[in-house]
């Protein structure tokens, strides 16, 4: 028979059909990336209008789709598929945050992705920023959620779900730069005698001397402490980081991965701060006597009767107290404690890679343009040095 092994001619890519079926009705098809989308209409004018209109937002890279994927489903496997293999643990787990604490039970959670707009997103973001007492997260972490709605919208643009980005067009609240208030020195010790003998006090010391991150301090146990060739260092391998509980709205804290690769490390600590640390760790050992449910290798910074690992917001608390005692503002808050740590050690003469290397930053220039703050003396100390130049 002639032309048996003749192959069946195929329509390219994006061109798009329009058949006759045996009921009378004219279908137009049209493939992107896969995925094939119909018209159903017994008028063929109306399926070479929709084709041509299908074209037009193909030629302006706008894929089309009738996709019923709503936004949860995506965000879900966004996670699972383009970020757990790629991004860092902690990321992961705030994007798992915002998905399951916040987008889950928001009214855009069963949209469809493909009929998602821009102004879906933005009164979303807008109800959940904390502003005059309403919404629930900070300016920074609405940020940092439009960043993962964006990208992850923007991939599913990519894969034909969806025709626009509809992140995209949302507009953000102007962050003003906020330079945290440099604590004196005065102000510090009041702080660390307003402590005592406190449980917590140990931490605020560490954090003072060492410029630890209090995800990081909340996360160290007697066992973090140890000794390499005579040289006293906490062993920070982990972080206190919130993750939502499956199947709920609720979250936990729990021992997760720290900010970065270069948080993980061994920092060295003066000998005075040893010796508090090892006189705190023996008044929890009196403790583990009397309370047969003390853990064993408590925190160092744990729950004074059971030793257990207590949460930020309860550190947080005991912060606001002495912060409170000492006359200071609100805006003085414990990681400003940091900024103290890293000024101490460039005053006294540490070099910007000695500093760098203490607050485990990869790159020396955050160390000196976002931590290494220098007051009013000590720039008129710096000033003082060119008469002594000019009298050589």
């Given amino acids: 028979m002639p032309g048996k092994h003749r192959k069946r001619s195929r329509r390219g890519n994006h061109e798009g059909t329009i058949i006759q079926r045996s009921d009378g009705l004219y279908r137009a098809a049209i493939m992107f990336h896969g995925h094939k989308s119909y018209k159903y209409s017994r008028n063929i004018a109306d399926c070479k209008a929709w084709l041509a209109e299908q074209q037009f937002h193909i030629s302006r890279g706008e894929p089309i789709t009738d996709n019923k994927t709503v936004l949860i489903e995506w965000l879900r496997h966004f996670i699972h598929t383009y970020c757990e293999e790629y991004c860092r643990p902690a990321t992961v787990a705030n994007y798992k945050l915002y998905t399951e604490g916040h987008i889950a039970n928001s009214a855009i959670a069963g949209t469809a992705i493909s009929k998602l707009t821009c102004d879906h997103v933005q009164l979303f973001l807008n109800n959940v920023e904390r502003i005059d007492g309403q919404g629930e997260l900070s300016q920074k972490s609405v940020r940092n959620m439009y960043i993962f709605l964006k990208a992850a919208l923007e991939q599913a643009r990519i894969c034909g779900l969806t025709r626009i980005n509809a992140a995209e067009g949302v507009r953000l609240k102007r962050t003003e730069t906020h330079k945290r208030p440099l604590l004196t020195d005065d102000q510090v010790n009041t702080i660390i005698q307003a402590a005592g003998t406190n449980s917590f006090a ?77 006189a705190s760790m023996k008044a929890q050992a009196e403790q583990a006597k009397k309370c047969p449910m003390y853990i064993n290798d408590p ?42 740590a890293a000024s101490s050690l460039i005053r006294s003469g540490a070099s910007p890679v ?11 220039s955050t160390t000196l343009n976002m931590y290494a703050h220098e007051n009013l003396s000590g720039a008129y100390e710096a000033v003082q040095l060119l008469d002594a130049f000019s009298k050589q």
């Fill in 354 to 364: 000695a500093t760098a290397r203490i607050l485990r930053h990869a790159q020396n």
């Fill in 299 to 340: 925190f160092i910074c744990g729950d004074p009767d059971t030793g257990d690992m207590v949460s930020p917001d309860r550190y947080r608390a005991f912060w606001a107290k002495l912060r409170e005692q000492a006359g200071l503002p609100k805006d003085v808050v414990l990681h400003c404690l940091r900024h103290y």
């Fill in 202 to 278: 140990v931490g605020i010391k560490i954090q003072a001397s060492v410029g630890l991150r209090t995800s990081e301090v909340l996360a160290l146990r007697q066992s973090s402490l140890i000794s390499v060739d005579g040289i006293h260092c906490l062993n920070v391998e982990y972080a206190v980081k919130r993750e939502p509980v499956a199947n709920t709205s609720k979250t936990r804290w729990v021992l997760s991965e720290p900010k970065t690769a270069a948080s993980k490390a061994l920092v060295p600590i003066p000998e005075s701060l040893y010796q508090e640390i090892q």
